[in-house]
């Protein structure tokens, strides 16, 4: 009897979804010219596979993970900063270590203007890469929002907004998803109306190279969690900020902020910008609804390619013995700098190391 009872109790725990959803977010995935030098084969074409096999496990861990590709695919001729192109096969290789939604709401994403944005989205859709944040037109747009994924029986609303286009104008009928709140708002509700349970709100905000959130990303937070979402996960300052778990009065239940996790992969030289963060994060249900739980980071640092046939690649904190000797020095300060200046000011979000 005691055996039936535990059986009948799974059965009903299976059929209202009552598993662990894993997630994985990470920050900014720049392309910047000495990344396609280093990429580019002699037959012309780009290979990234180097770059993140030291972290793919990490990233295979999540039921879905999300990155942000803040360089359009516009094309040739592929170029780095101040007006970003990669190749396809960039984006082509994220998806091969695990990454399942890209955000594409960034300031890079108006580039190559109107026609490198469209160029972006029908080469994601080649590729089968589900993507949010711009759009070919407002059909597109309502078409494909709120984009709400079915996990283990917890659905999931995604959104992405930025504060910005470096200044670049819309020209025609695309839709960049710039962070408005009433537009917020609304998004979050029509997510709640087609039965979204969790909503998560990617935000691409803040000041660069600030290692602290500054006033316009701690009002817009408190605005996010008056509207009950469950995690704000933002980038864009390309350092990592700190992140905590807050406690909803309102609407009982812990939400995760994370202000920005830094670079995912880029060139850039100031010690802040050499690496970043993933964060790592569960949900699971809880008297019918699910709950944020377990949220954790792991820092990598960007090894540089010294020579000719080396490529950039990302090393865990937890893997310095992967490193070239050159690159201890730079490691060591840029996992320091992280540690003290920003994770200590975290808040129940600990290293998982």
């Known amino acids: 009897m005691k055996l039936l009872s535990i059986l009948l109790l799974s059965v009903v725990q299976l059929l209202q979804g009552n598993h662990t959803v894993n997630l994985t977010f990470v920050g900014d995935a720049m392309q910047h010219a000495p990344q396609l030098t280093a990429a580019q084969q002699p037959d012309g074409t780009y290979d990234y ?19 942000n590709l803040e360089c359009p695919l516009a094309g040739k001729p592929y170029t780095g900063y ?12 994220l998806k091969n270590v695990g990454f399942d939604l890209f955000l594409t709401a960034n300031n890079h994403c108006l580039d190559r203007r109107d026609r490198g944005l469209v160029h972006t989205c029908q080469t994601l859709d080649s590729l089968k890469i589900p993507h949010i944040g711009t759009y070919r037109d407002q059909q597109e747009r309502s078409k494909r929002l709120p984009y709400i994924v079915n996990i283990k029986g917890i659905r999931i609303a995604f959104l992405d907004y930025t504060y910005g286009t470096n200044g670049i104008p819309i020209q025609g009928n695309v839709i960049v998803d710039f962070i408005d709140q009433q537009l917020i708002a609304d998004d979050i509700a029509q997510a709640r109306q087609q039965g979204a349970e969790a909503i998560c709100v990617n935000l691409h905000w803040g000041i660069e190279y600030q290692l602290k959130p500054v006033a316009s990303q701690r ?14 996960i933002g980038g864009h300052p390309h350092v990592v900020e700190p992140m905590e778990m807050r406690y909803s009065k309102e609407y009982d239940k812990n939400v995760l902020l994370v202000y920005s996790m830094g670079n995912f992969i880029s060139n850039q030289t100031d010690i802040d910008c050499r690496g970043g ?16 739980v377990n949220p954790r980071y792991k820092l990598f640092f960007v090894q540089k390619p010294r020579s000719k046939g080396e490529n950039y690649v990302l090393i865990p904190e937890a893997r310095p013995d992967l490193l070239r000797a050159d690159s201890q020095g730079e490691f060591n300060r840029f996992m320091q700098r992280t540690h003290d200046l920003v994770m200590s000011n975290n808040i129940n979000v600990p290293n998982e190391q």
């Open 49 to 67: 596979t180097p770059c993140f096999q030291y972290i793919e496990e990490d990233i295979r861990w999540a039921d879905l993970a999300v990155v």
């Open 82 to 93: 101040p007006c970003f192109s990669a190749p396809e096969s960039y984006a082509q290789q």
């Open 219 to 232: 009002t817009l937070a408190d605005f996010l969690v008056s509207q009950g979402v469950d995690l704000i």
């Open 277 to 292: 963060a993933m964060v790592k994060v569960s949900l699971k249900k809880e008297n019918g609804r699910p709950v944020v």
